[in-house]
C-alpha cells in the first residue's frame, strides 16, 4: 500500500514523504558539517567583518548542537539504559540532549549568542551540578563532568565574544574550585599520601587544563577572527582595484572623446572645405586640431610616466640645494594658459632663507609644477596662490647625538601650495593621492582629467623620501594646502654620530 491511514491523523502519502523530506533533511546535514569549512569568497565581498563573524559562530554553534543533541538522545542515552546506569547519570545526558536541541532551536532563529550562552552556561550548570549532588564524592564520573565543563569552556571562547568568554571561562573555574573543595573525595582516588594531597593534585591538573584550554580556545578564535579580517580587507581591496577601473575606463571615455573630436573634426573640415575657407579660417581650424592633439599627447604621456614609475625605480641624482630659488625659477619658468586666464596670477612666495633638501632637483620641480597646475585648475582665475617652504623637525628625540651649538638641523623640509579654490571635503582627502581618484564633483564639472596628476606626486615624493598630504576644510573659497616633505641637506657644521 503506498498509503496508509491513522486514526485521529490525516492521510499520509509515504512516497511523496520520502521523495521531499529525505533530501531536505540530508541537505540539512550536510550543511550543517559543511559550512564551518566552507571558504566563501562571495560571503567576503558582500558582508561585513561583523556579519562573517557572526555566521561563522552560527555555523560552528549549529555543528556543535546538532552533534551533541545526535549523540546524546541517540547512542549516549539508550546506551546508558541498556547498561542500566543510575537514573542521575541518564537524567544528565537527556538534559543535555534537551538543551543542545533548545539552543539549536534558537540558533536558527538567529539568535546565536543566547544560543550559545544558553548552551555552555547550562551545561557548565549541569556538569558542577552533578558534581555537587553526586552520592560518591569526586570519583570517575565526577572528574568526567569536569572534563566535560573544560569541553565548555572551550565552545565558551570560540563562540562568544570576547568579554563575555573571558567572563564565563573565568566563572566556570572559580566555581569549579569551589566545588571541588566543597566535595569530598571518594576512597578510590586517595592515594598513599592522604586525601589531602591527592585532592590538591587532582585539583592542580584540572584547573590548568581549564585555563589552558580558554587560552587555547581565545588563540583559535582570534587567529579566525584575524583570517576573516585579511579576506575582508582583500576583498575591499579587489572591489577599489575593479572601482578604480571602470571609473578609469569612463573617465578615458570622458576625457579623450572632446580633444579627439575637435582633432578630427577640425581635420575634416580642412580636408573637405580646403580653398573655400579663408586664410583666417585655415589657420583658426588648425590651431584647435593642433592644441586637441596636444592635450591628447599630454593625456597619454600622464599615464605613460605613471606606468614607468610604477614599473621600476626612478634613478634619482639626490643633490643638496636650497628649495627658494628652485621655487623662484619654477614660477619663472612656468607657463600654464591657466596662469594667464583671467587676468594676470599673483603667486606669493614665502621661503624661509638657506633651508636646503637633500633630493632630485628635476623630480622636486617636476612635483612642485603637478601641485601648481592641480591649483590653477581647481581655483578660480586670477585668485592668488601661494607657495611657502620651511624647515622641520620630527617629534623623535636624539639621544646620542652631540650638536656643537644652536639648534639641532632639521629633518625635513615641508614645501606648501595653497589656492582659494572650492577645497577638499576632509572624508574624501586620504584618497585624493591613489591612482584615477577624483572628486565626484570635479568628475562632471569642466576641468578634464583622469585622476593622475597627485598619484604622480606621491609616488614621486615617496620616492624621494617624503610624504605628501592636503589640507581643507572643503569649504569653498577657503580652498587647499597641499603639503609634501623632502629630507633636509645635511649641515656642513653637523658633526657625525
Known amino acids: 500500500m503506498q498509503q496508509f491511514l491513522i486514526r485521529g491523523l490525516p492521510e499520509m502519502d509515504l512516497p511523496r514523504l520520502r521523495a521531499t523530506a529525505l533530501p531536505a533533511a540530508w541537505r540539512y546535514v550536510r550543511e550543517v558539517y559543511t559550512a564551518p569549512f566552507r571558504a566563501d569568497a562571495e560571503l567576503a565581498q558582500a558582508h561585513s567583518f561583523a556579519e562573517q563573524e557572526r555566521t561563522r559562530r552560527a555555523a560552528i554553534l549549529r555543528l556543535l548542537l546538532f552533534t551533541t543533541a545526535g549523540i546524546m538522545g541517540l547512542v549516549a542515552v539508550p546506551v546508558a539504559l541498556a547498561e542500566r546506569l543510575a537514573l542521575d547519570d541518564v537524567a544528565v545526558l537527556l538534559v543535555l540532549a534537551v538543551l543542545a536541541l533548545v539552543a539549536l532551536f534558537g540558533c536558527q532563529r538567529g539568535q546565536v549568542v543566547p544560543a550559545a550562552l544558553l548552551f555552555v552556561g547550562g551545561g557548565t550548570a549541569l556538569g558542577l551540578g552533578f558534581a555537587v549532588l553526586h552520592p560518591g564524592g569526586i570519583d570517575g564520573a565526577v572528574l568526567s563532568s569536569y572534563s566535560g565543563i573544560t569541553l565548555f ?68 578564535a582570534r587567529s579566525a577572527q584575524a583570517g576573516m579580517r585579511a579576506a575582508t580587507a582583500a576583498a575591499m581591496r579587489e572591489r577599489e582595484v575593479t572601482a578604480l ?123 612642485v609644477e603637478l601641485l601648481l597646475s592641480n591649483a590653477l585648475k581647481y581655483s578660480p582665475p586670477g585668485s592668488p596662490l601661494a ?52 572628486l565626484e564633483r570635479d568628475s562632471v ?42 629630507p633636509a641637506a645635511p649641515s656642513p657644521r653637523t658633526p657625525l654620530v
Not at 189 to 206: E, P, S, V
Not at 397 to 406: K, P
Not at 413 to 430: C, E, F, K, M, T
Request: charged share 15%; with cysteine; hydrophobic share 45%.
Open 245 to 367: 577601473k571602470e571609473r578609469f575606463m569612463i573617465e578615458v571615455n570622458h576625457e579623450l572623446r572632446t580633444p579627439i573630436m575637435t582633432w578630427y573634426g577640425n581635420t575634416e573640415l580642412l580636408a573637405q572645405m580646403g580653398e573655400l575657407t579663408t586664410s583666417d579660417e585655415r589657420q583658426h581650424m588648425t590651431a584647435r586640431a593642433l592644441q586637441a592633439g596636444d592635450d591628447v599627447l599630454d593625456m597619454l604621456n600622464q599615464v605613460l610616466q605613471v606606468g614607468d614609475l610604477e614599473g621600476q625605480p626612478l634613478n634619482l641624482q639626490p643633490v643638496a640645494f636650497t628649495v627658494g630659488p628652485l621655487l623662484e625659477n619654477v614660477l619663472k619658468t612656468y607657463d600654464a594658459p591657466e596662469m594667464r586666464a583671467g587676468g594676470p596670477r599673483e603667486v606669493a612666495l614665502h621661503a624661509a632663507p638657506q633651508v636646503r633638501a637633500w633630493a632630485d632637483e628635476a623630480r622636486v620641480r617636476q612635483v
Open 153 to 220: 569552556i572551550l565552545i565558551g571562547m570560540l563562540l562568544l565574544p570576547g568579554l563575555a568568554a573571558w567572563a564565563v571561562a573565568v566563572a566556570a573555574v572559580g566555581l569549579t574550585f569551589a566545588t571541588f573543595v566543597v566535595v569530598p573525595l571518594a576512597p578510590g582516588l586517595i592515594g598513599a599520601h592522604g586525601a589531602g594531597a591527592a585532592k590538591t593534585a587532582l585539583l592542580g591538573q584540572l584547573l590548568g587544563a581549564q585555563a589552558l584550554t580558554a587560552l587555547l580556545g581565545w588563540t583559535a
Open 387 to 438: 607657495l611657502s617652504v620651511r624647515a622641520v623637525h620630527s617629534a623623535r628625540r636624539r639621544v646620542f647625538a652631540r650638536w656643537s651649538h644652536g639648534d639641532p638641523p632639521p629633518d625635513f623640509v615641508q614645501i606648501s601650495v595653497r589656492d582659494h579654490g572650492l577645497g577638499v571635503p576632509p572624508a574624501d582627502a586620504p584618497k585624493l593621492f591613489n591612482r584615477f581618484v577624483r
Open 445 to 486: 564639472g569642466a576641468v578634464r582629467g583622469m585622476g593622475f596628476g597627485l598619484y604622480q606626486c606621491r609616488l614621486l615624493v615617496e620616492a624621494l623620501g617624503g610624504r605628501i598630504w592636503v589640507e581643507s576644510t572643503g569649504i569653498p573659497g577657503e580652498g587647499s594646502t597641499f603639503c609634501f616633505t623632502l
